[in-house]
């Protein structure tokens, strides 16, 4: 009856940590899952956003990965709250020379769950609608010269956003643009 009790009680153990697994695997997405490649020059913008959109309208984090590699983007990419968007050391974020003027945007829901344009339209009072949002590792090139103006990153209405570990170059504007609550 021992033996019974033993194998009863590792099965269900087993079960718990198969469960746990299932969960987090639900709560992650890289880049390369959807198509992005960082070996072949080619514009990556719609693979990125679409790993980013796994965590549209998130209660618990999604972590979004990039591996190695130099990628490039012609718009720009936006971020929603609980997401940690994991860049290896070696990723590189290229912007392409457009009309983009921003990298990574902070993006929130208005009160249908539809991207709030964050014009004179929206209603959002204070400054917290951006929550828990990483931004770690990886090269930020805005690949801008003296006649276009870019920056990095424009995160607005946020609370508990982290960046760190992270290089930016060639802004010719802010790099890192936040406004939040206190």
């Given at each position: 009856v021992r033996s019974f009790v033993q194998t009863v009680s590792f099965s269900f153990r087993a079960l718990l940590v198969v469960t746990a697994l299932s969960s987090l695997a639900a709560q992650a997405a890289s880049v390369i899952d959807f198509g992005a490649?960082?070996?072949?020059?080619?514009?990556?913008?719609?693979?990125?956003?679409?790993?980013?959109?796994?965590?549209?309208?998130?209660?618990?984090?999604?972590?979004?990965?990039?591996?190695?590699?130099?990628?490039?983007?012609?718009?720009?990419?936006?971020?929603?709250?609980?997401?940690?968007?994991?860049?290896?050391?070696?990723?590189v974020i290229v912007r392409v020379p457009t009309e983009n003027k921003t990298?990574?945007?902070?993006?929130?829901?208005?009160?249908?769950?539809?991207?709030?344009?964050?014009?004179?339209?929206?209603?959002?009072?204070?400054?917290?609608?951006?929550?828990?949002?990483?931004?770690?590792?990886?090269?930020?090139?805005?690949?801008?010269?003296?006649s276009s103006v870019c920056g990095a990153f424009m995160l607005s209405h946020g609370e508990n956003i982290v960046v760190r570990d992270l290089t930016c170059r060639r802004c010719t504007d802010h790099y890192m643009n936040f406004s939040g609550s206190a």
């Open positions: 490649d960082g070996s072949d020059g080619a514009d990556d913008t719609a693979a990125f956003q679409q790993a980013l959109n796994v965590a549209r309208g998130a209660t618990k984090t999604v972590e979004v990965t990039v591996p190695a590699g130099r990628y490039y983007l012609s718009r720009p990419l936006s971020i929603y709250s609980n997401t940690a968007f994991l860049l290896a050391k070696d990723a990298m990574l945007r902070g993006q929130h829901l208005d009160g249908s769950g539809n991207d709030c344009p964050c014009d004179a339209t929206c209603r959002h009072g204070g400054h917290s609608q951006l929550k828990n949002v990483t931004i770690q590792g990886g090269v930020w090139d805005a690949a801008a010269d003296a």
